[in-house]
């Protein structure tokens, strides 16, 4: 009541339009109807509330909650770039594979062609694939057929003539005829 006395409860409006309020004296519950003018309403204090909706635990439990939820985060960021690390590495794998492969093609390349682009090793000259230090050539059409390096057989009537067993082709060695 605005004019003192104890906290009470409002427990309903009698005929006359009067408030009944209902407290306790000790173990005993009383009550009398006010009018609504002379009721003050009083707000619930904290320590009245439930403990879970304390309003001094809040902030805290606000906090714990974010970082729980934070941490939650992070771990599954963490999990995803585990996850994701295999695929990382099944890919540099094949870019590894690709790129010996290229390598492959283009030192094949580079021997289909001995005349555009002769092996490191074997220089072209007169139809035949001639390797350093080796007085005996191979055999260029059968090396840009079939990638088989076979070595020509002397003979015939001039010296630098030599012949192929596999393609039957004839060749002549023009430095050898000067
Ligand atoms: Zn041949």
Redesign the pocket.
Known sequence: MKSGGPEMTVGGINSEGKIICEWFEGERPRSRDCWPSQLILIEPKARDVDNSEDITQRLPRAIVDLEERLATLEGKFETRGYNTRPMYEVHEQKIRELEVEITEIKKRLANSSPEAAPSERMEFRDGMLWAKDDPNPF????FEASKVK?H?QSGGANPGQRF??????WFTDRIALR
């Open positions: 055999c260029a059409p059968c076979l020509l192929c067993t596999n393609c039957k082709n």
